[in-house]
């Protein structure tokens, strides 16, 4: 009696994103079921408190071949000294989640690799490796769901402290809806600085503010391109339509290889950009900083949030993806906390639940629906901006191997691009952001 709640550490290493909904999703689940959670990157943790821990959730993505996220490098160089022996983590209770995809030949590699290593390392499994697989039909839910709920009733065995009212009995969603992650401030346009009018330095400024942690963690320099050729390297009439595309640097020259990987920021379509403006009933033109919400935590005041205002319209254009992303399930639980229609709220409520996520995949993952597509599908709901910066996927750069080299072509970069286009089940046709983007592009205007 008298021992204090438990409290679970949810570990992530992500490189696109997923895992880190994922190991926010767990979080979330252990907080409405009363035991508090704290969610860290690998990269952000100080790998040498790990045997003071007492429950850990590991949520580990694969890329490459078999490789592991950037974020995840140092934290595994660090548990592969030789010097930890099998005792150092003897007190430590883990579990490992995988995101990976059964398509590739080393499948969920990190995650295997990981379970392996801290068994070796002495610590104690909660339960069996979950593994996540982009193949499922409903990705990598399909396993997160089962496995969360085996996960909880089985720390509930271990210790009922962790979940004090039991591993079923959940907080009301009244109570976790109002409390978005980030804040928006409004500025007077007439109290800026007129450079900040001018808009210089706008990718990086509107970026550095967006939620999306991974843009912060890239390290690589970011230049501008010029189009300047455009050409269809597929037969007419072929069901393919693959593009040679040619570039010159407008910013200074930055070296590379052939094969090197360039990655390229889509712009999205300007009119849907205003549809989903007047869709949220948003601003424009308004001036905003977006930060982190002030909690009891992390006291956050105006003075602390450091970046340059930017105007509403161009942080939506840079960093959310509005028109091609689908949503994630969160987002429609959040929907049915504002729809105002009943029936809009029950679809909303059915959707998010586990016996609606089926019919979800269907309808959002599978015909590829896109933030504002879910918007006017549901037109009751109207959501503060402030949850739309969180839930909105990020805007996200593709990447591309470069086929020119700098001695060939200086100042360059030569790219060969299949353009991205498919039916969906319910015979839309849908179209990749970036390649369609890229070929909608005339060089003559630049
Ligand atoms: C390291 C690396 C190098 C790359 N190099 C190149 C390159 O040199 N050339 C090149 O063309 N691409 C390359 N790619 C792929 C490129 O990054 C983009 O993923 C691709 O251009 C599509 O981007 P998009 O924005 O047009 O499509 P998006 O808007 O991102 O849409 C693509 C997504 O649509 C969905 N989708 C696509 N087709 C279908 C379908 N038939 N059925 C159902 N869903 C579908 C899939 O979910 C897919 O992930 C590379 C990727 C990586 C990771
Ligand atoms: C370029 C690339 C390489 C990948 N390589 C692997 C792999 O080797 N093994 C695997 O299981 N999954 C692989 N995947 C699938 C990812 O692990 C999966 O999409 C996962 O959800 C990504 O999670 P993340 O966004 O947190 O990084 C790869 C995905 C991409 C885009």
Same mark, same amino acid.
């Given at each position: 009696?008298?021992?204090?709640?438990?409290?679970?550490?949810?570990?992530?290493?992500?490189?696109?994103?997923?895992?880190?909904?994922?190991?926010?999703?767990?979080?979330?689940?252990?907080?409405?079921?009363?035991?508090?959670?704290?969610?860290?990157?690998?990269?952000?943790?100080?790998?040498?408190?790990?045997?003071?821990?007492?429950?850990?959730?590991?949520?580990?993505?694969?890329?490459?071949?078999?490789?592991?996220?950037?974020?995840?490098?140092?934290?595994?160089?660090?548990?592969?000294?030789?010097?930890?022996?099998?005792?150092?983590?003897?007190?430590?209770?883990?579990?490992?989640?995988?995101?990976?995809?059964?398509?590739?030949? !080393? &499948?969920?590699?990190?995650?295997? =690799?990981?379970? #392996?290593?801290?068994?070796? @390392?002495? %610590?104690?499994?909660? /339960?069996?490796?979950?593994?996540?697989?982009?193949?499922?039909?409903?990705?990598?839910?399909?396993?997160?769901?089962?496995?969360?709920?085996?996960?909880?009733?089985?720390?509930?065995?271990?210790?009922?402290?962790?979940?004090?009212?039991?591993?079923?009995?959940?907080?009301?969603?009244?109570?976790?809806?109002?409390?978005? !992650? &980030?804040?928006?401030?409004?500025? =007077?346009?007439? #109290?800026?600085?007129?450079? @900040?009018? %001018?808009?210089?330095? /706008?990718?990086?400024?509107?970026?550095?503010?967006?939620?999306?942690?991974?843009?912060?963690?890239?390290?690589?320099?970011?230049?501008?391109?010029?189009?300047?050729?455009?050409?269809?390297?597929?037969?007419?009439?072929?069901?393919?339509?693959?593009?040679?595309?040619?570039?010159?640097?407008?910013?200074?020259?930055?070296?590379?290889?052939?094969?090197?990987?360039?990655?390229?920021?889509?712009?999205?379509?300007?009119?849907?950009?205003?549809?989903? /403006?007047?869709?949220?009933?948003?601003?424009?033109?308004?001036?905003?900083?977006?930060?982190?919400?002030?909690?009891?935590?992390?006291?956050?005041?105006?003075?602390?949030?450091?970046?340059?205002?930017?105007?509403?319209?161009?942080?939506?254009?840079?960093?959310?993806?509005?028109?091609?992303?689908?949503?994630?399930?969160?987002?429609?639980?959040?929907?049915?906390?504002?729809?105002?229609?009943?029936?809009?709220?029950?679809?909303?409520?059915?959707?998010?639940?586990?016996?609606?996520?089926?019919?979800?995949?269907?309808?959002?993952?599978?015909?590829?629906?896109?933030?504002?597509?879910?918007?006017?599908?549901?037109?009751?709901?109207?959501?503060?901006?402030?949850?739309?910066?969180?839930?909105?996927?990020?805007?996200?750069?593709?990447?591309?191997?470069?086929?020119?080299?700098?001695?060939?072509?200086?100042?360059?970069?030569?790219?060969?691009?299949?353009?991205?286009?498919?039916?969906?089940?319910?015979?839309?046709?849908?179209?990749?952001?970036?390649?369609?983007?890229?070929?909608?592009?005339?060089?003559?205007?630049?």
């Amino acid at each position: 009696m008298g021992e204090k709640p438990r409290k679970l550490l949810v570990l992530y290493a992500s490189q696109t994103g997923n895992a880190l909904d994922a190991a926010e999703r767990i979080g979330r689940e252990a907080e409405r079921r009363g035991c508090s959670a704290s969610i860290v990157s690998t990269d952000e943790f100080d790998s040498s408190s790990l045997p003071h821990e007492e429950a850990v959730v590991f949520v580990v993505s694969t890329t490459g071949q078999g490789d592991s996220p950037d974020s995840f490098k140092a934290f595994w160089r660090f548990l592969l000294q030789r010097n930890l022996g099998n005792c150092w983590l003897q007190r430590v209770r883990y579990a490992v989640f995988g995101l990976g995809d059964s398509g590739y030949q !080393k &499948y969920n590699f990190v995650a295997k =690799k990981l379970d #392996k290593r801290l068994s070796d @390392l002495g %610590a104690t499994t909660i /339960i069996e490796k979950g593994l996540g697989d982009d193949q499922h039909p409903s990705g990598y839910e399909g396993t997160l769901d089962p496995w969360m709920l085996s996960l909880w009733s089985t720390l509930y065995q271990i210790n009922p402290k962790y979940f004090p009212k039991g591993p079923d009995v959940k907080i009301s969603q009244d109570e976790v809806i109002d409390q978005p !992650k &980030y804040r928006i401030l409004y500025h =007077k346009r007439e #109290k800026l600085d007129p450079n @900040l009018l %001018a808009e210089s330095d /706008i990718i990086q400024r509107a970026r550095g503010m967006s939620p999306g942690k991974l843009f912060k963690e890239k390290s690589k320099p970011d230049c501008f391109l010029k189009m300047t050729r455009n050409e269809v390297l597929t037969k007419a009439g072929s069901t393919k339509d693959v593009r040679h595309f040619e570039f010159q640097f407008v910013s200074s020259t930055i070296e590379y290889e052939v094969g090197d990987v360039v990655e390229l920021l889509p712009s999205q379509n300007s009119s849907s950009i205003d549809a989903f /403006i007047e869709r949220c009933d948003l601003d424009p033109e308004s001036f905003i900083t977006v930060g982190p919400r002030e909690t009891e935590n992390n006291g956050v005041n105006e003075e602390m949030i450091t970046e340059l205002p930017i105007k509403l319209k161009t942080f939506i254009e840079l960093t959310m993806d509005v028109t091609s992303a689908s949503p994630r399930r969160y987002f429609f639980e959040v929907m049915s906390f504002y729809a105002t229609a009943e029936h809009e709220k029950e679809r909303l409520l059915y959707f998010a639940s586990p016996e609606g996520r089926d019919d979800l995949y269907n309808y959002n993952q599978k015909e590829r629906r896109s933030i504002l597509e879910v918007l006017e599908d549901f037109p009751s709901v109207q959501i503060p901006f402030e949850w739309l910066v969180q839930l909105v996927p990020p805007l996200k750069a593709r990447a591309f191997s470069i086929s020119s080299s700098l001695l060939a072509h200086p100042a360059q970069v030569h790219l060969t691009v299949s353009i991205v286009s498919w039916i969906t089940p319910y015979k839309r046709t849908r179209k990749g952001l970036c390649s369609s983007w890229l070929a909608s592009l005339t060089p003559e205007q630049g």
